[in-house]
């Protein structure tokens, strides 16, 4: 049976930045991939000179994975999706009003108030100020009802907390992490990347092959075990049983899928597995993205306002993703935490916003790509579990030498910046925990 110092299961951002770090610490590492085509959700599709990415994506540029990319020496390039834009906003009555992306502008707005414009400036001219860590057990819900009481203030308020977090139901996500979310995303801001985000995925496995980190794609992993010769809390060797046939391990790192995957294949050996598991609480979304041959000619970001709905315009922002003189824009309706919607009525809605922002792009798009009820995040921070703080991992309680990686572990970040700033941990405590059980009778800590 192969042995290696370390195995990450899962070819995502989370599996594919966990690899690199620990192979340059001088671990052996061995990545395995159910499927032939890396990435995960960070994949991206060509079409009819269109690439399609797995709906709306942006990178922050302040964000924890921007700098684990750096660290791993990714060279990544974007554009701005808000240089030079006017923002709107889509009303209840299908109504689209401009917002204001500025201060001037936002003096100069018809659709809000003097008391909205009031308690939106104070809200937004001041949020770089604001301490997120001491809000963890706050909802962001209750964090915006206690400063702005104004109506229209709090639904602006909303929408952008909602686009930064992909969360619309405010009440269910701790304010510490929609707060930092926001003062990214009104800070550095974000960058639509060029060639989509398969250049992160093709950087990452550039960066791991050249770590020496053996990528096998096509094998699925059914289990994993501790060794029948390893006692409790030993620095013995794990067994990941693939469809290519067992392997051996000193440390695992479970990076695919969310934690009811990392749950079903550890089965018995970490039981807190099942714990997180039944209490993650997924963020999803359903999603549409066109490629037309011309130039959008209509408003280029729109902002459901009280409705979670959203659209942007990603090519010609970012290089190569929509052929010369093409463009590529991409609609999101977010789902509140365990609302069931039928597919059928998110197209709907989708197919809606898009006719009363462009009508007759049906007769003009080369290409439509839908995707239902896709998972954004395995998981929330959640203000009754303490926030970011309080997501699992990297480390497996009761599980030596067993890490979790993903856009639901560990205390920093959301979406991506989760998914690298975990993976970048576990790669840490794994080659440590590896390099120490290669040592004569060394044993784990428990």
């Not at 051996?248 to 597995?273: E, N, Q, R």
Request: glycine share 14%; proline share 7%.
């Amino acid at each position: 049976m192969e042995h290696d110092d370390v195995v990450v299961v899962g070819g995502g951002i989370a599996g594919l930045v966990a690899a690199t770090p620990a192979a340059r610490a001088g671990a052996t590492v061995r990545l395995l991939d159910a499927r032939r085509a890396p990435g995960g959700r960070a994949r991206s599709h060509g079409e009819r000179g269109f690439l399609f990415n797995e709906g709306p994506h942006a990178l922050y540029r302040g964000g924890e994975a921007q700098a684990v990319f750096d660290r791993l020496g990714l060279d990544l390039s974007g554009g701005d999706p808000n240089k030079g834009v006017v923002a709107h906003g889509l009303l209840a009555d299908d109504r689209l009003v401009p917002l204001p992306g500025a201060p001037v502008a936002l003096l100069r707005s018809r659709w809000l108030g003097v008391r909205a414009k009031v308690a939106i400036g104070r809200l937004l001219g001041g949020i770089t100020r604001v301490d997120p860590a001491p809000l963890a057990g706050v909802s962001m819900a209750s964090w915006l009802d206690d400063r702005i009481t104004d109506r229209d203030a709090r639904v602006l308020a909303g929408t952008i907390s909602r686009v930064a977090t992909y969360v619309c139901d405010a009440e269910s996500v701790s304010a510490d992490a929609a707060v930092t979310q926001l003062q990214r995303a009104l800070g550095t801001g974000v960058r639509y990347l060029d060639g989509g985000w398969a250049s992160i995925v093709d950087g990452l496995l550039d960066a791991a092959r050249a770590a020496g980190v053996n990528i096998e794609l096509g094998t699925s992993v059914e289990a994993v075990a501790t060794s029948p010769t390893s006692a409790p809390g030993d620095a013995g060797r794990w067994t990941v049983s693939t469809s290519a046939g067992p392997r051996s391990a000193s440390t695992v790192v479970l990076a695919a899928g969310g934690p009811a995957l990392a749950a079903s294949i550890a089965g018995d050996a970490a039981p807190v597995l099942h714990q997180w598991s039944e209490a993650a609480v997924p963020i999803t979304v359903s999603h549409l993205d066109v490629g037309l041959p011309g130039r959008w000619p209509a408003a280029p970001v729109v902002f459901g306002l009280g409705r979670p709905l959203y659209l942007s315009v990603h090519g010609p922002v970012a290089a190569g993703l929509a052929p010369a003189g093409g463009s590529l824009v991409s609609v999101m309706r977010n789902h509140r935490a365990g609302e069931t919607t039928d597919h059928a009525d998110d197209r709907a809605e989708l197919d809606g916003l898009l006719d009363t922002v462009r009508p007759g792009w049906r007769d003009d798009a080369s290409v439509i790509r839908f995707g239902a009820r896709r998972v954004v995040a395995h998981d929330r921070p959640m203000p009754s579990r303490g926030g970011l703080a309080g997501r699992p991992g990297p480390e497996v309680p009761g599980a030596p030498g067993l890490y979790v990686a993903g856009d639901w572990v560990g205390p920093r970040g959301l979406l991506a910046d989760a998914a690298a700033s975990s993976g970048e941990a576990a790669a840490a405590r794994a080659a440590d925990a590896a390099a120490a059980a290669a040592r004569p009778g060394a044993r784990m800590a428990p």
